[in-house]
């Protein structure tokens, strides 16, 4: 059993780290601004955004405001699905960079594959935006094993992450599986389960025993598995509990009890999701 205090920097996986902000729903300014802020100044190098979460002014605002080089930060955002037509990624995703304030993004993602994706027209703006390098890497979000593998054919850039919702109640072994076979990264959305793994009895004991949160061993499950984890948080004690989850490293035995859980709750269920 390992617990360490704190971390000086969140270990890197293909240049992302590990640990991310999230902001959905993170809506108002003030609030967003500020939880950006702490975040990079805690220690957060990674922050993740998309068009439909109505904030990348704020998280732009967030990132100025901290002591902390642009170039540190590894920013990604999402192009909505209304957004997914060739001319539409092109100039939505300018639009995003201007109300973010940078030059480039680290990551761009596909958000759902809905609406006007289209895979050839979509992806090919994705490459173009590429390979202007307005755009670091290519990700795609909410993608089963087979839209991801149409993307890796259609794309000429690697797909570099799949964004998905991963955490103890929802394992997605399989997909995890399919990911790897294509060298995609395993990026976990609501990786606390928007809060429903506080009330898994087999986690509140194991925070006991590692003396940290459930949040803290959700997350350290998820670096057990190679998954790079983006936990929302607005709350100071929050951003600062899930980054502590970096000095927690799970015995095997333990990450092999989490495995052995048997219920499942998948928060994020459109109508129009792939698997619906
Ligand atoms: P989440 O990160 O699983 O849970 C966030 C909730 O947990 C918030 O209510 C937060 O409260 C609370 N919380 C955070 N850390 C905590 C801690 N240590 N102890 C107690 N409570 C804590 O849910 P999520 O926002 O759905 O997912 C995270 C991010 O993934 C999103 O923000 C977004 O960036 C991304 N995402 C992407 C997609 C997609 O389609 N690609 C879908 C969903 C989410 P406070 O805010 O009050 O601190």
């Known amino acids: 059993m390992t617990r360490t205090t704190g971390s000086a920097a969140a ?6 780290p590990v640990l991310g902000l999230g902001t959905w729903q993170n809506t108002d300014p003030e609030e967003c601004r500020t939880a950006v802020r702490e975040a990079l100044e805690t220690g957060y190098r990674h922050v993740d955004t998309a068009q439909a979460y109505d904030n990348e002014t704020a998280v732009g605002e967030g990132i100025a405001a901290a002591d902390v080089p642009r170039e540190d930060v590894f920013l990604a955002t999402k192009v909505w699905t209304a957004n997914l037509a060739f001319d539409d990624v092109l100039s939505t995703t300018r639009a995003s960079l201007d109300r973010l304030g940078v030059d480039s993004l680290d990551l761009l993602y596909v958000h759902w594959p809905t609406g006007q994706y289209d ?41 570099f992450a799949n964004q998905v919702e991963l955490h103890p109640l929802l394992p997605q072994e399989e997909l995890r599986t399919a990911c790897a076979a294509h060298d995609v990264e395993v990026v976990a959305y609501s990786p606390l389960a928007r809060g429903a793994v506080f009330d898994v009895p087999l986690l509140q004991e194991l925070a006991n025993d590692y003396d940290t949160s459930p949040a803290g061993v959700s997350l350290a499950w998820l670096r057990a598995k190679g998954v790079t984890a983006i936990p929302k948080a607005t709350a100071t004690a929050h951003i600062r509990d899930n980054w502590e989850s ?25 109508d129009w999701a792939p698997w619906n």
């Open 11 to 16: 270990p890197l996986t293909n240049g992302m």
């Open 119 to 159: 895979p050839e027209e979509t992806l090919a703006a994705f490459d173009e935006l590429s390979d202007e390098g307005i755009v670091e890497r290519v990700g795609v979000s909410n993608f089963g094993p087979q839209h991801l593998e149409e993307a890796v054919d259609v794309l000429d850039a690697p797909v």
């Open 246 to 270: 970096l000095g927690v490293t799970l015995d095997d035995a333990d990450v092999a009890r989490i495995d052995a859980l048997e219920t499942r709750d998948r928060r994020v269920d459109p």
